[in-house]
Nanobody
Framework: VQLVESGGGLVQAGGSLRLSCVAS????????MTWARQAPGKGLEWVSG???????YYAESVKGRFTISRDNAKNTVYLQMNSLKPEDTAVYYC???????GGQGTQVTVSS
């Protein structure tokens, strides 16, 4: 299993970013996928998930601001992040649902 996250960066509060995660080594289209994040000095927080049928779920902290989606033809899961806040600053990881992240993650920094 390999998951490669990208798309992070530095953005001002209120801005947007789109994260991508390219998956390989397993049957992506059959798998539920999640995004999680870890802020400095804090534990891992599950942010959002998407099932193989396209149904989605979100943490309350990001509901209405973040949108998860997937493209099974590209083995890719996305996280569109709008109205970013400084408290969204973290390393963002994708993972197969039920498993801990194994990739390098992508850093998101939101300045106030």
């Amino acid at each position: 299993v390999q998951l490669v996250e990208s798309g992070g960066g530095l953005v001002q509060a209120g801005g947007s970013l789109r994260l991508s995660c390219v998956a390989s080594g397993f049957t992506f289209s059959w798998s539920a996928m999640t995004w999680a994040r870890q802020a400095p000095g804090k534990g891992l927080e599950w942010v959002s998930g998407i099932y193989s049928d396209g149904s989605t779920y979100y943490a309350e902290s990001v509901k209405g601001r973040f949108t998860i989606s997937r493209d099974n033809a590209k083995n890719t899961v996305y996280l569109q992040m709008n109205s970013l806040k400084p408290e969204d600053t973290a390393v963002y990881y994708c993972a197969i649902r039920g498993e801990r992240p194994g990739g390098q993650g992508t850093q998101v920094t939101v300045s106030s």
